[in-house]
């Protein structure tokens, strides 16, 4: 919620103006960095000719005018930022901007507009990248595994997978928990662990990771550690830490802080995995 309205205790918002915030939020993130950067570039090649043409007076105006609309959403962004206690660097892209404008730098305050507009359509990307990142790792978690009871084989949830369980893994299927294979050899596809292109064949009694899929006949697998302790867990609590603190739903700091926490028990976990 971005409105002061939103924020006031004992005031609760109508279910129609959540929506208008959240539209205008998702319309402001997705074309607000292309919208500046279009505005900054064009201020500064038309500001280029006007000069290159003997208008120095023309080309200040031009430069001027494309920094006006990064300047204003950089105060908005900034304004927003305060209220939500975040004080970051963006002030100081403001001040640049502000102060070259007040000293009659048009040029300068033109050059750091497109360097902030450049900047955040970069942020823009990352976050859409890793949000789909996310999306897809989470999409390859299996929610269900086919584990032999006896001799009998039943279809069960993967958090009631335990050490020790045997589980067939078909052809195509994703890896639910780490564990060890106890067929003759399984031919693993681990690209979404590693990026490696190429399958990989496991031998009886190594070990498998959680995340990878079968790329061969089916092989059965010996689970060594409950799902909420695998691999691929430990890289979706990884990336969830990065994408809250890239939205700020955590402060840098504290964010940067859970997210090396994470990271150092997903390397030591994975270490673990492969003794």
């Avoid at 823009?124 to 584990?147: I, N, S, Y």
């Avoid at 890289?235 to 739903?249: K, P, V």
């Amino acid at each position: 919620m971005t409105f002061d309205q939103a924020r006031l205790p004992g005031v609760a918002p109508k279910s129609g103006q959540l929506t208008m915030v959240s539209n205008f939020d998702a319309f402001r993130q997705r074309y607000q960095a292309k919208a500046l950067i279009c505005i900054a570039a064009t201020g500064l090649l038309s500001g280029g000719g006007l000069w290159w043409s003997g208008h120095a007076v023309q080309a200040g105006w031009a430069w001027s005018v494309a920094t006006a609309p990064v300047l204003f959403g950089l105060f908005f962004q900034i304004t927003v930022s305060l209220r939500m206690g975040d004080v970051g660097l963006d002030i100081v892209a403001a001040l640049s901007m502000s102060a070259a404008l007040v000293f009659g730098e048009p040029l300068a305050a033109n050059v750091v507009a497109m360097m902030y507009a450049s900047g955040q359509l970069l942020e823009d990307f990352a976050q859409g990248r890793a949000k789909k990142e996310m999306t897809a790792l989470l999409g390859r978690v299996a929610q269900t595994a086919m584990r032999f009871e006896g001799d009998v084989l039943k279809e069960v949830p993967i958090a009631a997978i335990k050490p020790g369980d045997r589980i067939l893994i078909r052809q195509g299927d994703v890896l639910p928990v780490d564990g060890r294979v106890a067929s003759a050899v399984a031919v693993l596809d681990l690209s979404a662990l590693t990026g490696e292109s190429l399958t990989q064949k496991v031998v009886k009694g190594s070990e498998a990771l959680s995340g990878s899929s079968s790329a061969g006949s089916p092989f059965e697998l010996v689970a060594s550690r409950p799902a909420a302790e695998s691999v691929v867990a430990g890289l979706g609590l990884s990336l969830g830490a990065m994408i809250a603190a890239s939205f700020g739903y955590l402060p840098p700091v504290e964010g940067a802080l859970l997210q090396e926490v994470i990271d150092v028990a997903v390397i030591l976990n994975a270490l673990r995995a492969l003794r």
